[in-house]
C-alpha cells in the first residue's frame, strides 16, 4: 500500500531505503514483542484443548486462564509510566522478559488452578513490561526515519508472529513427545520457556544499544504536552472493544477447529499461517499507519477483523478457515500498532511513554472481559461459534468508535 511524504509525493515503504542499523534494532525488538504476546499471550490458545481436557475445565474457567493474564497485563500497565521513568526503557524491557521467561517455565509446575492463575496472572504482569518499553523504543526508532516510521513499527508488532509461528509447531512437537507423561502439556511450557530464554537473550543489544540514545528532542517552544484521555477518547474505546474481541478468538479458535473435527495438522498449518501473515502486516499496512494521524486506520482494521471472526462461526470449509486465519493474521497486531502511530503522530516524544501506556491499560481491560465472556456464552446452547459472533460484533462496534477519532490540532499536539 502506497504511503505520502509530507511533502505529498507518492512514496512506497520499502526496507532497502531504511538505514541497516535500523532494520536490525527494529528486527531485534522484534523478539520482545514475540515473547510478551506471540507465545506468553497466544501460545495458550494451542494448550488450552488439552489442558481442558487433562484437568476437566469448563470453557469458562479456561477463558479465565487468558482473563488472569489480560488482569496481569492491566497491572503492568499501569505501572509501565512510573517504572519507565524510574528505570527506563531499556531495562524495563530486559527484566519484564527475563520474568515472562521464568513465568512460563513455572506455568509447567503446577497443575492446581489457582495456582496456574497465578501464574498467568504473573507472566501477564511481565509481558505488559515487554510490550509498552518494546512499543516505546519502536516509536524511537521510527523518529529516527519519520518517512519510515510506519514500517519500522510494524517490523516491531509483526514480531508477534514469529512467536504464533513457532508456538505452532514447538507446542505440537512437544505434546506429541510428551503423550505418555503425566500431564504431558506442562513440557509445552517448558520447550515455550526456552524460546522465550533464547529471545530474552538477544534482547540484551537492542536494549544496550538504544539505552545510550537520547530521547527525541522537542522544539523547546511553548508548555509542556501531556496525554489527555479526553482527547484520545474515541480512540481509547475502540481499542478496548479490540481488546474484548479479538482475544475472544485468539483464546478459543484453536479449540473451536478441534471441536468441528480439523486434524492436529491441519491446526498446525492453520496457526502457523496466521503467524506468517502477523509477520507480513508490517509491509501490508505500513502506509496507512504512516498516511493517517486520526482513527481511520483503527476503525478499517477493526472492520475487517470482525469478518476474519465471524468466519469460522460460519462455514467449516477449510478454504474459509484458512482465510480467516490469514486475513486476522495479516490485521490484528496492526490495529495495535495504530495507537502507537496515533500518539507518535499527534504527541511529543515527552508523551509517548503515557501515551503508549494509556492505550495497552485499555487494551488490557477489554481481554479482561472478552475470554470469560466468550468462555461463558461457549457452555451455553450457542457453543463456540455463538462466542466468536460476540467478539466480531465487539470489533465492528469498535471499528464505529475508531472512525470517529480525530487528529489533534496542531497547536495542541505539540
Not at 60 to 76: C, K
Not at 393 to 414: D, E, I, N
Request: glycine letters at 12%; charged letters at 10%.
Amino acid at each position: 500500500m502506497p504511503c505520502y511524504s509530507s511533502a505529498g509525493n507518492l512514496e512506497r515503504p520499502t526496507l532497502s531505503e531504511i538505514p541497516r542499523s535500523l532494520i536490525a534494532l527494529a528486527l531485534a525488538l522484534a523478539l520482545g514483542a514475540a515473547v510478551s504476546l506471540g507465545i506468553t499471550r497466544f501460545a495458550y490458545g494451542l494448550l488450552l484443548p488439552t489442558m481442558r481436557q487433562d484437568l476437566g475445565w469448563s470453557y469458562a474457567l479456561a477463558g479465565a486462564m487468558n482473563t488472569a493474564n489480560a488482569m496481569g497485563y492491566f497491572l503492568g500497565a499501569l505501572a509501565c509510566p512510573w517504572l519507565m521513568r524510574k528505570w527506563g526503557p531499556s531495562l524495563m524491557l530486559c527484566v519484564g522478559a527475563l520474568l515472562a521467561t521464568a513465568f512460563m517455565v513455572g506455568s509447567g509446575f503446577v497443575t492446581q488452578t489457582d495456582a496456574l492463575l497465578l501464574q498467568r496472572l504473573l507472566a501477564g504482569i511481565a509481558s505488559a513490561l515487554v510490550f509498552v518499553a518494546g512499543g516505546l523504543l519502536a516509536a524511537r526508532l521510527g523518529a529516527r526515519d519519520p518517512l519510515h516510521s510506519g514500517l519500522l513499527l510494524g517490523l516491531y508488532y509483526g514480531g508477534t508472529g514469529v512467536g504464533i509461528a513457532l508456538s505452532s509447531v514447538v507446542v505440537p512437537t512437544a505434546l506429541d513427545a510428551a503423550q505418555a507423561a503425566l500431564h504431558g502439556w506442562r513440557w509445552a511450557w517448558w520447550a515455550l520457556g526456552a524460546v522465550c530464554l533464547l529471545f530474552s537473550l538477544v534482547l540484551l543489544w537492542p536494549a544496550r544499544v538504544m539505552a545510550g540514545w537520547e530521547a527525541p528532542a522537542s522544539n523547546g517552544s511553548g508548555p509542556a504536552v501531556h496525554f489527555r484521555w479526553r482527547q484520545f477518547a474515541f480512540g481509547l474505546s475502540g481499542y478496548t472493544l479490540f481488546g474484548v474481541g479479538y482475544i475472544g478468538y485468539m483464546t478459543f479458535v484453536v479449540a473451536l477447529l478441534r471441536s468441528q473435527g480439523h486434524s492436529a495438522t491441519e491446526i498446525t498449518v492453520f496457526y502457523a499461517l496466521l503467524g506468517l501473515a502477523v509477520m507480513a502486516s508490517s509491509r501490508i499496512w505500513a502506509g496507512l499507519l504512516s498516511r493517517h494521524h486520526d482513527g481511520r486506520p483503527m476503525a478499517l482494521l477493526n472492520a475487517l477483523l470482525g469478518l476474519a471472526t465471524l468466519l469460522p462461526a460460519l462455514t467449516q470449509s477449510w478454504g474459509w478457515v484458512l482465510l480467516s486465519g490469514m486475513v486476522f493474521g495479516g490485521v490484528f497486531l496492526s490495529v495495535v500498532a495504530s495507537t502507537t502511530a496515533l500518539v507518535r503522530h499527534n504527541l511529543p516524544h515527552t508523551a509517548w511513554a503515557s501515551g503508549i501506556s494509556a492505550f495497552t491499560v485499555v487494551f488490557a481491560a477489554g481481554q479482561i472481559i472478552g475470554p470469560t465472556v466468550v468462555g461463558w456464552i461457549a457452555d451455553g446452547s450457542g457453543g463456540l461459534e455463538r462466542g466468536l459472533v460476540f467478539s466480531a460484533s465487539a470489533l465492528w462496534l469498535g471499528a464505529a468508535l475508531g472512525l470517529r477519532q480525530r487528529a489533534l490540532p496542531k497547536s495542541a499536539a505539540h
